[in-house]
Every structure is written in structure tokens, then in C-alpha cells.
């Protein structure tokens, strides 16, 4: 007798019917990992990327290798045949790429206000879809709150904060604050190790934008030199406390606990791929007899910040696409959609 692995059903069942087409945009770190992991899924097929000086798009499917060199030439858009060079290289993708179903944002957020303006690009552009972003300031999600309405009247599907933290973590708190009558903290502590700090430059000026006496603009403005310079005073580490981070505002709106009781810090080596510590998430709260306790949960030390930021990201797209087919748009967190697997 053979078992038959039954497709999904229900709801999501037509989701995983045919691949869905997906597009990522930005192509430094997190954009070429989410290019890696994709040419290993069967329900997602890789067809438009883009970024800052060219895009590339192709409804048979992008294929890694050829756009990693073309990068390395310097941009998607010296892709043979199906690449275009362009300084409007998203808007122009948008225009090209109309059967792309969703799009994971792996983009800079700098200056603070960019994946807001991006969002309203897709807005203006009549494009119908799911996006999917990994930002991390509390701010930063506050500017696409505001365009919840005319996302929702655009007929757009936009879940946010869907990286690691915020992400993975406050997903992770959502779901242990159940136990809680009262939640009193959530503390998210990070460790994240990389060889070093080109193959992830904007994670890493936007980190550093969290260092006393500096802020998003002067990190934007910030030359490599200068940042090498920084991480030679350090030994090559980032330890960041108090970080302005979103996971507070998500788990507010998710109705779990007030933003002020939520804290994120970490340490980033930038010089060892190895985690400096294990990232975690602390959540104590009271339960209904009276008992105060703290749920821990813990990465695996092996998983890299590619691995537990795009996975979760897709798993986030599969979801949103869901919610697109069944009429359902806006903006949503990671802390209020549950991500779907994504095979
Ligand atoms: P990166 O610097 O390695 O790459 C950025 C890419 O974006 C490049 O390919 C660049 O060409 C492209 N780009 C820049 N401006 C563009 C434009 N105007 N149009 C099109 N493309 C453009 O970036 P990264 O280190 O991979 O980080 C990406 C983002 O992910 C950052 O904002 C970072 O903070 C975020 N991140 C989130 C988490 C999380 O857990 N939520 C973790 C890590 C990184």
C-alpha cells in the first residue's frame, strides 16, 4: 500500500495547486539567500528580482547561478537577454512583471522613510499582490500603518516585520503569551555571527544606526572605510541594547501586551559566522491561578540570520497569498498571520 502525502486543503488548497510566482527584491545578503532557498522549494518559483542598478525577469524562472554573476559584474541588469539596467529599476519591474504574485522586500531601509516609498510605488502602480518586508524600526512600521487604507484600497496584501526580530521572535511571543493571563515581558536577545560585514552591508549600517551617537542618516552616510574603521575599534562587534525595534509596536497591536514591555538587544559579530550568543525570546507573564512564570524559546545555534529571516519571510508570502485569494487585503504583522510552510 502507497501513502499519498494529501495536498493541502481547505482554504489554502488552491495555494498550493501550481508554484506561486514570487519576486525579491534587493539582491545584497538577505536577497541572494532568498534566491538560494527558493531554487530549493517546489511551491515557489523565482521569476523577477531587481536591484538598485538593474532587474531581471523571467516567467520561466530566474536561475541563481547566472544572476549571482551577473551581480558580481555589477547588477541583475547585465543579465544576458532577460536583464535591463535601470535607475528605476523596481518601478520599471513593477510595469514588466505583472504575473508576480508576491514580492519579498529584502531591501535597505535607508533613509528610514525607503520601504515606505516602496509601498507607495507598488500602490501607484495599479499592481495587485502580496509584499512582504523584514524591517525592523518601530518607526518604520508606523509610516506603513498609515498606508494601511490605500494598501487595502489598492488591492494589496502587506505583511510586515517578517524577518527573525521582528519576525520569528514576536510570532514566537504571540503564541507563548497564550499561556499568560497578563503579559509583563517580552525580552528578545540576539545573536547573530557573519564572515563579515560586506555580504551584509545595509543589516550592518542599520545596526550601527542603533549605537549611541548615531542614527539612520548618519549611518546611510556613513563610507565603508568608516564602517570598517567602527568595527576595528570593536574587535568587529556590534553590541546593541534598547534597539528601537518593531516587535514592540506588533505585539501592541496584537492586542498582547503594551510596547513598553517589550525589549530587543543583541550582539552581531561581524567577523565570525559562528553566533556570538544563542538569540532567544523571554516571555513572562502571569497565568490565570496567579503563577509568574517565563517561556523561553531558543534558536538553534547552527541556523543563520539568512535561514531564520527568509524562512520566515516566505512562509509569510505563502500566507499572504492565501489572504490575497481570498479577498483579503492591507497591512498585517508577523505578530497577527500565522507564516505557512512553504515546501
Ligand atoms: P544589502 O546591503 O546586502 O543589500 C541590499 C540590496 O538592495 C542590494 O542588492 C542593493 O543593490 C539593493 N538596493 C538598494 N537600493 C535599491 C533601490 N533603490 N532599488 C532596488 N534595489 C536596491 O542588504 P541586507 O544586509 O541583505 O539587508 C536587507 C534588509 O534586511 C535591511 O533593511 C536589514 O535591516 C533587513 N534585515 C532584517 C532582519 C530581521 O530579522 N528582520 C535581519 C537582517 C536584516
Known amino acids: ?27 545584497g545578503g538577505l536577497g541572494q539567500s532568498a534566491a538560494r532557498m527558493l531554487a530549493q522549494k517546489q511551491e515557489m518559483s523565482w521569476i523577477a528580482a531587481a ?41 520599471d519591474l513593477i ?28 500602490i501607484q502602480s495599479g499592481w495587485r ?20 487604507d490605500d494598501l487595502q484600497a489598492a488591492g494589496i ?7 527573525a526580530t521582528p519576525g520569528l521572535l514576536t ?18 536577545t540576539f545573536g547573530v555571527g557573519i564572515a563579515n560585514w560586506e555580504a551584509y552591508r545595509a543589516t550592518i549600517r542599520e545596526d550601527i544606526a542603533h549605537l549611541p551617537g548615531h542614527n539612520t542618516e548618519s549611518a546611510r552616510q556613513m563610507t565603508d572605510a568608516e564602517v570598517e574603521a567602527l568595527l576595528d575599534q570593536t574587535n568587529g562587534l556590534l553590541a546593541l541594547e534598547d534597539m528601537e525595534h518593531a516587535d514592540d509596536i506588533m505585539l501592541e497591536l496584537a492586542g498582547i501586551c503594551s510596547r ?55 512562509g509569510y508570502l505563502k500566507a499572504g497569498i492565501g489572504l490575497h485569494r481570498r479577498g483579503i487585503h492591507g497591512l498585517f504583522t508577523a505578530a497577527e498571520v500565522m507564516p505557512q510552510f512553504v515546501r
Open 1 to 27: 500500500m502507497s501513502l499519498q502525502v494529501a495536498s493541502q486543503t481547505s482554504r489554502f488548497g488552491a495555494v498550493v495547486q501550481s508554484p506561486l510566482r514570487v519576486g525579491v527584491l534587493g539582491f
Open 51 to 91: 536591484d538598485q542598478k538593474g532587474y531581471a525577469y523571467a516567467l520561466a524562472g530566474l536561475k541563481l547561478q547566472d544572476c549571482v554573476a551577473a551581480y558580481q559584474k555589477g547588477s541583475l541588469g547585465y543579465l544576458e537577454a532577460i536583464g535591463q539596467l535601470s535607475n528605476s529599476s523596481i518601478q
Open 95 to 122: 510595469g514588466r512583471a505583472g504575473s508576480v504574485e508576491g514580492y519579498f522586500l529584502a531591501l535597505p531601509n535607508l533613509p528610514n522613510t525607503f520601504m515606505a516609498e516602496v509601498a507607495r510605488q507598488f
Open 129 to 148: 499582490g502580496v509584499l512582504v518586508d523584514a524591517i525592523k524600526r518601530t518607526s518604520a512600521v508606523e509610516q506603513l500603518l498609515n498606508l494601511s
Open 157 to 163: 496584501t502587506y505583511l510586515t516585520g517578517c524577518g
Open 171 to 188: 510570532a514566537a511571543a504571540a503564541i507563548a503569551a497564550q499561556s499568560y493571563a497578563e503579559i509583563h515581558q517580552v525580552k528578545i
Open 260 to 314: 513598553d514591555r517589550v525589549t530587543v538587544g543583541g550582539v552581531v559579530d561581524t567577523r565570525n559566522p559562528k553566533k556570538p550568543l544563542s538569540t532567544n525570546v523571554k516571555i513572562t507573564g502571569r497565568t490565570f491561578e496567579g503563577k509568574i512564570s517565563t517561556h523561553t524559546f531558543t534558536l538553534g545555534d547552527e541556523t543563520s540570520m539568512a535561514a531564520n529571516v527568509c524562512g520566515p519571510a516566505f
